[in-house]
């Protein structure tokens, strides 16, 4: 699989640029409204440094990402998805295959659950992100099953009840609301699946 390092970060910092407004709304409804400005300022910090990133490897890339995303995203978000992203980029070889992909994934999914001391079911983005690295390390897992699974899985907070985090503070009252952090797992999925563009 061909995976162009700086065609990547700059898709991630698109995504996180882009969709300010819905993921400011949803974390109005349930958080205190800062999870859209907290992954701007996050997507800001990964253009500024694309220099760097165009002349990186994946896994520098990777591991450099998740540093600024680490530093620059603010509230529980930055440092999951910055130990997201650093764990992958010591996982992965410069020129993966799908199943090392797999194996990349599931590896930085385990650090971002043991870093925030979270479980799937407690309505955050491990709910979308514990499946789909299951599914993507899974072998015959097709792109179109991925952005499937990707949406599912964040829809699939609506219902539930934050256990973790500011929304837990509301109980009850979190229930019909999807998770921001899970809505934008699921933008960053597909993001980077249109930017690699699998061939199947
Ligand atoms: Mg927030």
Known sequence: MRIDPARLIDAIADCMIENMQELTELDAAIGDADHGLNMRKGGEALRADMAAFKAASLPQALQLAGNILATTVGGAAGPLYGSLLMTMGKSIGPDPDLGEVGKALVAGVEAMERLGK???????????????????AREGATV?????LAHEAAVA?????????????????????????????????LAVIDALEFEQ
């Open 118 to 136: 979270v479980e799937a079911g407690q309505k955050t983005m491990l709910d979308v992100w514990k499946p789909v690295s299951r599914l993507v």
């Open 144 to 148: 179109q099953s991925v952005r499937a």
């Open 157 to 189: 907070t609506i219902p539930m009840e934050a256990r973790r985090g500011r929304a837990s503070y509301l109980g009850e009252r979190s229930r019909g609301h999807m998770d921001p952090g899970a809505r934008s797992s699921e933008l960053l999925i």
